[in-house]
């Protein structure tokens, strides 16, 4: 359940999320939960480091109809199969960083396994440095129906926490309430950014 606050935390997220440079160019969206049966969803095409209240529209989650007639995400589907597949998530965000963009291309696998980093304990859950923590990375996709259905199979036989990585296209990550979803979001880019280094450092 969602309440008026929680949409202006998401706001906050929002211009947090364009002041870091991580939704450029019209990139990225963000979601909260309203119940059971709706969320709220940015409204294509709008420069998300810039957002109001006023910019979020009503979604159906089983259905993606926004009633208002105005034109919701275009990745509105990601954001509903979340919310369908994790009864517990409340906010959803969805950021184009250049960590991600790049260190999705590098894995050719369905993951990205991260281990050995103090901060994979920003992740609720995670205990410790020592575990593997495995981000799927899934294969863009313009037809945002068709790669749903292929993370709602990845779903059903995998551990799916926190988030999913689109190759060439950027991170979905979400969490209990806008605050979580912003904790997991800064956590797995770091962990990104570290990655990215370490790669670096290593071929040479
Ligand atoms: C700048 S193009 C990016 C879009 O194609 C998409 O990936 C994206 O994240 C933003 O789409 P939007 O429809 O504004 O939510
Ligand atoms: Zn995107």
Redesign the pocket.
Known sequence: MTDNLQLTFLVDACHWIGAKGW???????MSIRQDDSWCW??????D?GSLTTDDFLQVEIATNRAPSGR??????GLHTLVYRLFPEANAVL?V?TVNATVLSRLIKGPELQISGFEMQKSLSGQTTHLDTLSIAVFDNDQDIDALASRIADYAQTHPFNYGFLLRG??LTCWGRDVAEARRHLEGLEFLFECEMRLRQLERV
């Open positions: 939704a450029p160019a019209t990139g990225g969206n969803l940015s409204e294509s095409g709008k998300k034109k919701p995400s275009a990745e509105t969805h184009h296209h950027g």
